[in-house]
């Protein structure tokens, strides 16, 4: 009964915190905190609450948050066009094509969809490689190197899909020549990707570490083990061994 309790309650505060990210990333979407209207693509912080939601929720909420996300990106970029826009949405024709493409769905959901699940797996193996130390640092670094790693994954995916599959279109978009699709890609990652992902990093422990310890989101995962306890451990141990050993033979 009491087990039952507990679940009850645990998936009533799972789906409280997921309906808050959901209408988080919702608002975000359609004001301009979320994307921001540049004449040449639409710069985001959208990325944000999916982080922190896979990452408090785990990885098939993430996935789901990542989902949302491409979703209001896809409604965005149709209904509100700006320069790269053909990359995101098919029904917006890609220059020089006349037609929208395909690969527009994939640059759109899939970015968006890994930036959710991935920071997860990053957090939970790093908070586990530093589970033995006791410190700040060790709860704070996974979360700052997750959220960061999130950003990135959004950013250079997104744009090394453009240079793969829609390099005509780019070129054709910014009037350039091929050959200066890629600097011009990297310049887009370095003026949005570097401000994206620094206050990904920035946030995301300063959002997670209260609403962790609020909501006890943290307890599957290993505790932290004092470096004292580690010493008085390694000491029993050694006691134990050396009292298992045989006695040496008297000459």
Not at 43 to 53: E, K, N, R, S
Not at 58 to 64: E, L, M, S, T
Not at 141 to 146: F, Q
Not at 216 to 240: F, G, W
Request: charge should be positive; aromatic fraction near 6%; charged fraction near 15%.
């Amino acid at each position: 009964m009491k087990h039952s309790t507990k679940q009850k309650r645990s998936s009533t505060r799972e789906m409280v915190l997921t309906a808050l990210f959901t209408a988080i990333i919702l608002i975000m979407a359609f004001t301009p905190l979320g994307l921001i209207d540049l004449p040449l693509i639409k710069a985001t912080i959208l990325h944000v609450p999916v982080i922190i939601g896979g990452i408090l929720l785990g990885p098939r909420a993430g996935g789901f948050f990542g989902l949302i996300f491409a979703l209001t990106s896809l409604f965005k970029n149709t209904t509100a066009p700006a320069l790269l826009s053909f990359a995101f949405s098919p029904l917006i024709p890609v220059p020089g094509a006349g037609k929208g493409s395909l690969w527009a769905l994939v640059i759109c959901f899939v970015p968006r969809i890994l930036c959710g699940v991935l920071p997860y797996y990053v957090y939970k193996g790093l908070h586990r490689l530093l589970s033995r130390k006791d410190t700040s640092l060790s709860k704070t670094l996974p979360l700052v190197v997750a959220g960061a790693l999130g950003a990135v994954v959004n950013t250079v995916v997104v744009m090394g899909l453009i240079r793969l599959v829609l390099a005509d279109g780019f070129a054709s978009a910014k009037n350039i020549p091929i050959d200066a699709v890629s600097g011009a890609i990297m310049a887009i990652v370095l003026a949005n990707g570097v401000p994206e992902t620094l206050a990904s990093a920035v946030l995301t422990p300063a959002v997670c570490l209260p609403i962790m310890k609020v909501f006890r989101l943290d307890r599957h995962l290993p505790k932290a083990v004092p470096a004292k306890n580690q010493e008085k451990a390694a000491a029993n141990a050694q006691t134990e061994a050396k009292a298992a050993d045989p006695a040496e033979p008297q000459a």
